[in-house]
């Protein structure tokens, strides 16, 4: 309900904003969405095209109207969009006109290429982050790459995608280059999110490597947990579901009750934390990290603190 009430998590945003973010994220059903759209408004009242429409719109209103946003939370109405488009797409493609059919088919496969191409170029920097160029020349290349298919993707589409355009299905026609990203996506995947460039991003991650190496440190046999001010959900996953969350106030009362206790402060958990310790204890952090909360964007500055 505080979700419905208000935007939580820094996740607010205005009405629409699924709709604007829909041509974005839902790539390459996108422009095969506006190009059936006015065939399923005509078959509105056809019961199959209505119960889609009826899954697709309420749902969608719901969310709109609904000040905390996140890209993800409209997901189960992309089925319903999907079926309409495969239950249409290939009537509609065939029956338009060859011009608009080209830009169509551009849209679709152009888009897909150059993600595929800025994930090379992104896998190049990872793999070589020692050489001194690789920050200008990734971007570069990118930029390049893109540049180059748009200058030659009317020419591509009209003489390599011939069977596509004039009597081959759309569907089929895609399924090559986005099969190509998919199988990209995975070599990124396990390449670029798991370097040394997503070190920023995976601060629960870092972390738990912190907590257990000062654990190594300690002459504690266990090191209790609270977290103030940083609660992603991971970080319960890779440490204990005994880990506790709070603000600065609570992790001091929390190191003050016992020895051999750990909290993790936020810089801004810090003031009220080091203000509610004083004078009874007087800690320095042991580590801290730095890094962006994947889930807000915002950067993070925690401090590990450890009474002894």
């Known amino acids: 309900m505080d979700k419905m009430a208000q935007g939580q998590e820094s996740h607010g945003a205005p009405p629409l904003t699924y709709f604007v973010l829909f041509w974005i994220t839902a790539w390459p059903m996108a422009p095969l969405a506006l190009l059936v759209a006015p065939a399923v408004w005509m078959k509105r009242r056809n019961p199959d095209v209505f119960v889609l429409l009826a899954w697709l719109f309420p749902t969608l209103v719901m969310f709109e109207l609904v000040p905390t946003k996140l890209p993800h939370y409209v997901l189960p109405i992309y ?15 065939h029956a338009s006109a060859r011009w608009l059919r080209i830009v169509f088919t551009s849209a679709v496969y152009c888009l897909p290429v150059m993600l595929v191409v800025a994930s090379v170029a992104l896998w190049g920097q990872t793999i070589f982050p020692l050489l001194p160029f690789a920050s200008i020349a990734a971007p570069i290349g990118t930029y390049g790459a893109v540049a180059v298919i748009f200058a030659g993707g009317g020419f591509w589409v009209l003489h390599l995608s011939r069977s596509t355009l004039d009597s081959g299905s759309l569907a089929e026609g895609t399924f090559p280059i986005i ?25 629960s991650q870092r972390l738990v490597a912190a907590r257990a190496q000062i654990l190594k440190t300690t002459a504690c046999a266990k090191l209790p947990t609270l ?23 609570i992790a001091a009362a929390f190191l003050k009750a016992e020895r051999c206790r750990m909290v993790f402060v936020t810089s801004a958990e810090e003031p009220a934390f080091l203000t509610a310790l004083e004078p009874e204890l007087v800690l320095h952090p042991v580590v801290r990290v730095e890094g ?4 807000s964007g915002k950067r993070m500055d925690i401090g590990a603190y450890v009474r002894q």
Do not use: K, W
């Open 79 to 93: 089925p319903a969009i999907a079926i309409l488009i495969g239950a249409h797409s290939d009537e509609i493609y």
């Open 179 to 203: 099969a190509a990203a998919c199988c990209f996506f995975a070599m990124i995947y396990s390449t670029v999110l798991t370097s040394p460039a997503f070190a920023p991003f995976a601060l």
């Open 227 to 249: 977290s103030a001010g940083f609660a992603e959900p991971s970080f319960v996953f890779l440490t204990e579901t005994a880990i506790q969350f709070g603000d600065g106030r």
């Open 292 to 295: 962006t909360n994947i889930g």
